[in-house]
């Protein structure tokens, strides 16, 4: 009987626990597009990315998503000119502070040390 008593409660802290470790885990794939503004992201299951801007320039590279929400990328092509994707030096950059709120399909981005809080939603 006193297994009973114990056994309850604590399948009910686990199935929370797994729960939670479920709804904090952020997820990027997918295409975004700026709220206030036109600039679109696209991240792909395959760790890639582009990213273009409301005059049309292109920045194509790799990225990792942490559990945390640090998201971390290397820009490999550009594309400023609109003519073609050229190769660049990879340069490894943090951003900070990026929130994912999945019930309402929002991407936040805060620049590390503050500034101006980007938002994205998920186009379908």
Known sequence: MS???FA???TLILFVGL???CAIRPDVTGRWQQVAGED???FREDGTFT???????TVVGRYTLHADGTLYYAVTHTDVMK???TPVETVEVRIA?????QFKHELNISPEGGGEVEVY???R
Request: glycine residues 6%; contains cysteine.
């Open 3 to 5: 297994h009973c008593r």
């Open 8 to 10: 309850i409660p604590l």
């Open 19 to 21: 729960l939670a470790s």
């Open 40 to 42: 679109r992201l696209e």
């Open 51 to 57: 990213a273009v801007d409301r005059a049309g320039a």
């Open 83 to 85: 003519a073609e994707l």
């Open 97 to 101: 502070g990026l929130k994912f709120r």
């Open 121 to 123: 939603r998920r186009v």
